[in-house]
């Protein structure tokens, strides 16, 4: 399978084992996410589903409003039943990489306003350990006038090198949904205690949240190579 396929296959079988009518369902960010909505607005469609999506990002609001999808937003509904996201790597405990998008805050926001988180990958995320396979470093939302102070902290404090994002169509730094940088610490320990670490960087002022979702995720998909769907719960 290609990874598209891989992408789809685990999307489409989350989709399909979770979600059912009367939900609210967070919607989550990136390409594997499109795919889940596009299950998600198949079902919708086909069996009349009541559901209301809760986007993870401006991308995903526009999938909803795409779709065609009932929109909804924590504001409303606080309390969110499901959600359904991609991410960069997840380890053998569920911990996960995300925000290789930038979408990382009100993906964990949605997420720990969730009663359930899922994980959608194909099989180039599904590690033992973080920094496997994933090489561009944990993504960290910053504010923008303390990114120089925090990119020193975090090198002196947890070692490795903590890089601003730069945009690619725009000069300069990429801003994300909420107005604020991203920077992607690199070469960290992979033997480290991510709970502890994550914890330690939330300490830092002007740090606004990591790309680190520990204790998050109950459930993650992975869609392999041989068109199957491995489950890691
Ligand atoms: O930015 C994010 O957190 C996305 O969920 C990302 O981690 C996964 O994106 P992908 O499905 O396009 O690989």
């Keep these: 399978a290609s990874i598209n396929e891989a ?6 079988k989350a989709v399909d084992d979770h979600v059912k009518s009367g939900q609210v369902i967070g919607v989550g960010s990136g390409s594997t996410a499109v795919l889940a909505a596009q299950r998600l607005a198949e079902r919708f469609k086909q069996e009349k589903l009541n559901i209301r999506c809760v986007p993870t990002s401006f991308q995903a609001r526009q999938l909803i409003i795409h779709h065609k999808l009932p929109l909804t937003d924590l504001e409303i509904d606080p309390i969110v039943d499901i959600t359904i996201d991609g991410a960069d790597e997840v380890d053998a405990n569920l911990t ?11 993906e964990k926001i949605v997420a720990s306003n969730s009663k359930k988180l899922v994980i ?9 350990k973080l920094g496997e396979k994933w090489k561009k470093g944990v993504p960290i ?3 923008p006038m303390a990114y120089v102070a925090i990119k020193n ?4 404090t947890l070692g490795g090198t903590a890089e601003l994002r730069l945009a690619k169509m725009k000069a300069g730094p990429i801003v994300t949904d909420d107005g604020n940088f991203i920077l992607d610490w690199k070469d960290f320990d992979p ?3 991510w709970e502890k ?3 330690q960087l939330l300490q830092i002022p002007g740090l606004i949240e990591t790309g680190l979702f520990v204790n ?14 491995k489950v890691r719960i």
Excluded: P, R, W
């Design 7 to 12: 992408k789809q296959i685990a999307a489409y």
């Design 197 to 199: 670490v994550n914890n």
């Design 141 to 143: 939302e910053v504010v």
């Design 120 to 128: 959608i990958a194909d099989h180039t995320k599904d590690s033992e």
């Design 96 to 106: 996960c990489i995300k925000g290789g998008g930038a979408c990382l805050l009100q």
């Design 153 to 156: 902290k975090i090198e002196k």
């Design 216 to 229: 998050m995720a109950v459930m993650a998909y992975f869609g392999m190579n041989d068109g199957s769907v």
């Design 191 to 193: 033997e480290c205690n």
